[in-house]
């Protein structure tokens, strides 16, 4: 079926990606008219927010404004910490690590156990909250993030105690104070997947969220004062790069942990070479699915839109580049057409939305930039989504590329956003080989109907996680991470608690 085809089954008018009027079809059955379902649980923002350190809040100093991507409008006023208050924030998490570290395991097990059940219970508030403050769609924040979050809390509290156990024959000790610094794509999940190892093994911590999407880790700050956490173990510090590039030369850290983009995570891993600060990146992707002629193609179809559209692409690990064998090419491209047109774009507080906002104008611009450059490179662009945009806010219309060629900008650098890059192979060895020809190695998929090939093809991509007929999966117990310009170092598992220990 033809984009034209497609636009004239499906009756819906909206506007296309230049503002003009459009005509996009699903086929019958495929997208249905819901009403909307909003989340309607109001949670309570303060005006403004001061950092915790030492366990109290500062007062708000020099703030900048964290606003809802979805309407524009602004939620809280946040600070920006100086490079005076990361250093007495360090100073803090310093003084908190000598009776932090000597506390009886299961005591601190204890501690970690209470938070990961708070998160629990204020589990509502926290999806809502997470949605108003990135543009994730609510079904997402929560029936993923959030519950991971808790999961990760769990999960590390039962390490606690065990930690002789997940390294036999040598004896643990905490590293130290720990500066940690995460992105916006997944806010209070990097915070738990930095935060719970780091406190299971003995350290001290000193967070910043991202500039955009501050409030959950400002809430989790909250629960670790509610559980009665002792001031200084876990400090939250806001604040844009400049905080984040204070906490990067300060020489009090013992460990720095990043995630983040490729570019800001080589300035940090200059900053911590040049004291020998131990450090892990978690960084930048363009991970490549493979599709095989002997696949099941619906589930590799769903799969891949899961891929690249959940959390609107703003995923390092989203399948943003996919390889499909030559022979079932025009099959693949008909049905993720079909799927595509049937995802709904929109309010992120509406439980049936799939793609919410993009998390801000920087982003969106730079989505737009690679859409652009996709076309005038002679890649064909299929925008089949019929979803109306809302007036305000910054939207992004998921799509994907065909006639992409591996020389293409949009087939080489991660565009962070909805855009899928198509290409074909003819052969396994030349779908490895393409899929390996790029600077990162973060993730991949492979989608095919043979045990043999699954371990044949895995063994051979150079990527940290590997899916197989499946996509985007998370547990705390995997470890997570990359290979070459993806990062070092793994988070998740007992490879990501080595990354929090000195062993003996
Ligand atoms: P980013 O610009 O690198 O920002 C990440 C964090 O670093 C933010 O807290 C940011 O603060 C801070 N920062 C900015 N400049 C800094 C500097 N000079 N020194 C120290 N810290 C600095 O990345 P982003 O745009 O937020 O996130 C998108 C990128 O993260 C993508 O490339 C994505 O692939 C990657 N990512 C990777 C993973 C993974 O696990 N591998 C997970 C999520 C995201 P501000 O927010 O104030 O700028
Ligand atoms: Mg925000």
Same mark, same amino acid.
């Given at each position: 079926?033809?984009?034209?085809?497609?636009?004239?089954?499906?009756?819906?008018?909206?506007?296309?990606?230049?503002?003009?009027?459009?005509?996009? @079809?699903?086929?019958?059955?495929?997208?249905?008219?819901?009403?909307?379902?909003?989340?309607?649980?109001?949670?309570?923002?303060?005006?403004?927010?001061?950092? +915790?350190?030492?366990?109290?809040?500062?007062? $708000?100093?020099?703030?900048?404004?964290?606003?809802?991507?979805?309407?524009? &409008?602004?939620?809280?006023?946040?600070? %920006?910490?100086?490079?005076?208050?990361?250093?007495?924030?360090?100073?803090?998490?310093?003084?908190?690590?000598?009776?932090?570290?000597? !506390?009886?395991?299961?005591?601190?097990? &204890?501690?970690?156990?209470?938070?990961?059940?708070? =998160?629990?219970?204020?589990?509502?508030?926290?999806?809502? !909250?997470?949605?108003?403050?990135?543009?994730?769609?609510?079904?997402?924040?929560?029936?993923?993030?959030?519950?991971?979050?808790?999961?990760?809390?769990? +999960?590390?509290?039962?390490?606690?105690?065990?930690?002789?156990?997940?390294?036999?024959?040598?004896?643990?000790?905490?590293? /130290?104070?720990?500066?940690? @610094?995460?992105?916006? %794509?997944?806010?209070?999940?990097?915070?738990?997947? &930095?935060?719970? $190892?780091?406190?299971?093994?003995?350290?001290?911590?000193?967070?910043?969220?991202?500039?955009?999407?501050?409030?959950?880790?400002?809430? !989790?700050?909250?629960?670790?004062?509610?559980?009665?956490?002792?001031?200084?173990?876990?400090?939250?510090?806001?604040?844009?790069?400049?905080?984040?590039?204070?906490?990067?030369?300060?020489?009090?850290?013992?460990?720095?942990?990043?995630?983040?983009?490729?570019?800001?995570?080589?300035?940090?891993?200059? *900053?911590?070479?040049?004291?020998?600060?131990?450090?892990?990146?978690?960084? /930048?992707?363009?991970?490549?699915?493979? @599709?095989?002629?002997?696949?099941?193609?619906?589930?590799?179809?769903?799969?891949?839109?899961? /891929?690249?559209?959940?959390?609107?692409?703003?995923?390092?690990?989203? /399948?943003?580049?996919?390889?499909?064998?030559?022979?079932?090419?025009?099959?693949?491209?008909?049905?993720?057409? @079909?799927?595509?047109?049937?995802?709904?774009?929109?309010?992120?507080?509406?439980?049936?939305?799939?793609?919410?906002?993009?998390?801000?104008? *920087?982003?969106?611009?730079? =989505? %737009?930039?690679?859409?652009?450059?996709?076309?005038?490179?002679?890649?064909?662009?299929?925008?089949?989504? $019929?979803?109306? !945009?809302?007036?305000?806010? +910054?939207?992004?219309?998921?799509?994907?590329?065909?006639?992409?060629? $591996?020389?293409?900008?949009?087939?080489?650098?991660?565009?962070?956003?909805?855009?899928?890059?198509?290409?074909?192979?003819?052969?396994?060895?030349?779908?490895?080989?393409? *899929?390996?020809?790029?600077?990162?190695?973060? *993730?991949?998929?492979?989608?095919?109907?043979?045990?043999?090939?699954?371990?044949?093809?895995?063994?051979?991509?150079?990527?940290?996680?590997?899916?197989?007929?499946?996509? %985007?999966?998370?547990?705390?117990?995997?470890?997570?991470?990359?290979?070459?310009?993806?990062?070092?170092?793994?988070?998740?598992?007992?490879?990501?608690?080595?990354?929090?220990?000195?062993?003996?």
């Amino acid at each position: 079926m033809t984009d034209t085809q497609l636009a004239h089954t499906n009756g819906s008018t909206t506007l296309d990606r230049n503002g003009s009027t459009a005509d996009h @079809i699903a086929p019958p059955g495929v997208r249905w008219n819901y009403a909307a379902a909003p989340e309607t649980v109001k949670v309570t923002i303060e005006p403004r927010y001061g950092h +915790y350190i030492n366990g109290d809040w500062t007062k $708000p100093n020099s703030t900048f404004t964290t606003e809802n991507p979805a309407t524009q &409008k602004p939620l809280s006023e946040i600070s %920006n910490a100086s490079a005076a208050q990361v250093d007495t924030a360090v100073k803090a998490a310093r003084a908190a690590l000598g009776p932090w570290s000597k !506390l009886p395991a299961k005591e601190r097990a &204890k501690y970690i156990f209470r938070i990961a059940r708070r =998160i629990q219970e204020r589990s509502r508030e926290l999806a809502i !909250l997470e949605t108003m403050d990135s543009g994730k769609p609510i079904k997402e924040s929560r029936d993923v993030d959030i519950p991971l979050v808790a999961q990760h809390f769990f +999960y590390h509290a039962g390490w606690a105690d065990k930690l002789a156990y997940a390294f036999p024959g040598a004896t643990p000790s905490p590293i /130290g104070v720990c500066g940690q @610094i995460i992105p916006w %794509n997944f806010p209070l999940l990097m915070a738990a997947w &930095k935060l719970a $190892p780091a406190l299971a093994c003995g350290n001290t911590c000193v967070l910043k969220p991202a500039e955009t999407t501050p409030l959950t880790a400002l809430r !989790l700050a909250e629960i670790c004062h509610e559980v009665g956490l002792p001031k200084g173990v876990v400090n939250i510090i806001t604040g844009d790069g400049r905080t984040g590039a204070a906490m990067a030369s300060h020489p009090g850290f013992d460990k720095l942990a990043f995630t983040g983009s490729t570019e800001v995570g080589k300035k940090i891993a200059l *900053a911590a070479a040049s004291r020998g600060t131990k450090l892990t990146l978690e960084l /930048g992707g363009k991970s490549p699915h493979i @599709i095989f002629d002997d696949a099941s193609i619906d589930q590799a179809v769903e799969g891949i839109i899961q /891929g690249i559209y959940f959390n609107q692409g703003e995923v390092c690990c989203a /399948g943003s580049r996919l390889f499909v064998q030559e022979n079932i090419l025009d099959q693949v491209v008909a049905k993720l057409k @079909i799927r595509l047109a049937s995802l709904r774009v929109g309010d992120p507080m509406d439980k049936n939305t799939d793609v919410g906002a993009v998390n801000s104008k *920087a982003q969106l611009d730079q =989505i %737009n930039r690679y859409i652009a450059l996709g076309q005038s490179e002679g890649a064909q662009i299929h925008d089949v989504n $019929p979803s109306t !945009l809302p007036s305000s806010g +910054y939207w992004c219309r998921p799509c994907f590329f065909t006639g992409v060629q $591996p020389s293409h900008t949009i087939a080489r650098e991660e565009i962070f956003g909805p855009v899928l890059s198509i290409l074909s192979f003819r052969t396994p060895e030349e779908a490895i080989s393409r *899929a390996n020809n790029t600077p990162y190695g973060l *993730a991949a998929g492979i989608w095919t109907d043979k045990g043999s090939k699954i371990f044949e093809i895995a063994r051979k991509l150079k990527a940290g996680v590997v899916w197989c007929n499946t996509y %985007n999966k998370f547990d705390p117990s995997s470890p997570f991470g990359g290979f070459k310009e993806s990062g070092f170092g793994r988070e998740g598992g007992v490879q990501g608690l080595r990354a929090y220990v000195n062993l003996h």
